[in-house]
């Protein structure tokens, strides 16, 4: 009624003599009528990143098609809005591409509730499951590099869709990037970003228990080479474990910048990489950034698939979180 709004939080404080204690302490209004501004107060050196404290930001809608949750996020920003492709993960490991909108980064709404992208017919090499890739706007046609599979355990490859709205796509009638027979038995796109007049595709490549990073090339987007010095990213810290997995990237002011997952016993933390050609890398002497112990209250046990993006002046990693119960969510952390 005073046009006030009372805030109030508590935090634990560990005193320890001769120590400073960095506390963080979140403070929610009370009451409502007069807005709803959050509040987060930091004593001592404020932490690199901060997980978002609403997370998770995007949930299943147990519409059959995601039983076991939504994961894998794959985001683009056009004139201040945010359009995220994402994952539905249903029984048997079967996977579609889902939709959703927002407007800020972090409430998101699903226009459509059932799949945007589906597995194809009985006969096609995308036949058993899909997951959702980068999607990149050219003439004003949405391109979708997507991954998809004819079984469980059989090889996955890289294919195409096209769509002028992202929510209608036809796909090319093949891959468009191959699994081999080695190291990339099969493989995955993560990321993709053309500099000058060049696209270059970040792919994950596996050959269970070991993981890479990988480069194409392409001067059309359609036509695809595989990097001569592939894998570009391998495991070379212990925190990595047996592998470096799903790179994202982005560049700008001359500078390429990744993130990536860590493959060890669990999926439990996230690295930060930079270039200055997009194919040799040097690994952040900081690095991990992001654990799963660094999540809100410990939301979720298991964290993978970061996606980089740059929102104004912050960095935000969306990542997916799986809890105990193999649930998958989508998440945000911000620097």
């Known amino acids: 009624s005073a046009n006030v709004v009372i805030y109030t939080g508590a935090a634990d404080i560990l005193i320890q ?7 963080a302490l979140t403070l929610q209004p009370t009451g409502s009528g007069t807005g709803d501004v959050f509040i987060q107060v930091i004593w001592g050196t404020p932490p690199r990143w901060v997980d978002y404290y609403l997370n998770p930001i995007l949930r299943k809608s147990s519409n059959g098609y995601d039983m076991y949750g939504v994961w894998q996020p794959k985001i683009i920003i056009e004139n201040g809005s945010f359009k995220m492709w994402y994952t539905n993960m249903g029984a048997s490991g079967v996977g579609a591409v889902g939709y959703a909108v927002s407007s800020n980064g972090l409430e998101w709404t699903k226009p459509v509730i059932q799949p945007v992208l589906l597995a194809g017919t009985p006969s096609a090499w995308d036949s058993y499951s899909v997951s959702a890739g980068p999607v990149i706007k050219v003439d004003n046609i949405y391109r ?3 991954t998809g599979n004819s079984g469980n355990d059989s090889k996955s490859h890289i294919g195409l869709a096209t769509s002028p709205d992202g929510i209608v796509w036809t796909k090319f009638g093949s891959p468009v990037l191959m699994a081999g027979n080695t190291y990339d038995y099969q493989i995955a796109a993560t990321d993709i970003i053309k500099v000058n007049s060049l696209y270059y595709l970040y792919y994950s490549a596996k050959n269970f228990p070991y993981y890479y990073v990988c480069l194409a ?7 695809w080479n595989k990097h001569p010095q592939n894998p570009i990213l391998t495991a070379s810290e212990t925190w990595e ?3 470096v997995y799903h790179g994202s990237v982005k560049y700008f002011n001359g500078t390429y910048y990744m993130t990536y997952q860590n493959v060890k016993d669990i999926l439990t933390a996230f690295g930060m990489a930079y270039s200055t050609d997009g194919i040799t890398w040097n690994k952040d002497s900081g690095n ?3 654990t799963q112990n660094n999540t ?3 939301w979720v046990g298991y964290i993978c698939y970061p996606e980089l993006e740059v929102v104004g002046n912050q960095w935000w990693v969306y990542y997916s979180g799986m809890n105990t119960a193999q649930e998958r969510f989508v998440a945000v ?3």
Do not use: C, E, W
């Not at 003599?17 to 506390?23: I, M």
């Open 217 to 223: 090339t392409s001067s059309d987007g359609i036509n």
């Open 241 to 243: 474990g047996s592998g």
């Open 296 to 298: 809100h209250n410990n």
């Open 288 to 290: 991990p950034f992001f």
């Open 144 to 146: 979708m590099y997507y």
């Open 333 to 335: 952390v911000r620097k």
């Open 17 to 23: 003599a001769g120590l400073t204690t960095q506390v």
